[in-house]
């Protein structure tokens, strides 16, 4: 009768201890999916933390940059086209991108334009000659 179940090898013992077991799987794995997911998201954080790092890093060089009153100068002179009091600046109209040494293709709508007239004049051309294309 110490064997009272109906199959052979398996004891009360065995029940117990599967049980046991069954039991602190199910208790722990809740606790231990957190933990694994904190640690990827902690990992993900760490990441993330050094792109912002070297992101600032290089806003820092630019800012040292524009700190700096000589790049302050070259930036306006090259995109505002801006001069010094007493300097002249002359624009050359009329001259192809492979004499200018510029690599950015014109728009087609440029070429259409008449180069003869006042900028007033121009912008009405442009215009005209977009509506036109449609």
């Known amino acids: 009768m110490a064997n009272s179940l109906k199959y052979p090898g398996i004891s009360g013992r065995w029940i117990a201890v599967a049980t046991t077991l069954f039991v602190v799987a199910i208790t722990l794995a809740p ?3 957190r933990y694994f997911a904190q640690r990827a998201q902690i990992n993900s954080l760490r990441a993330e933390i050094r792109d912002d790092s070297s992101d600032l890093a290089k806003a820092q060089q630019d800012l040292a940059k524009w700190n700096d009153p000589a790049y302050v100068a070259s930036q306006a002179r ?4 801006f001069v010094f009091p007493g300097e002249r600046q002359y624009a050359v109209l009329g001259l192809t991108p492979e004499q200018t040494g510029s690599q950015a293709p014109a728009a087609p709508i440029a070429n259409q334009i008449p180069s003869g007239l006042p ?3 121009r912008l009405l051309a ?3 000659t977009t509506n036109v294309n449609r």
Request: no cysteine.
């Open 31 to 33: 606790p231990l999916q």
């Open 78 to 81: 090259t995109r505002l086209h």
């Open 119 to 121: 900028w007033y004049g």
């Open 126 to 128: 442009s215009i005209s």
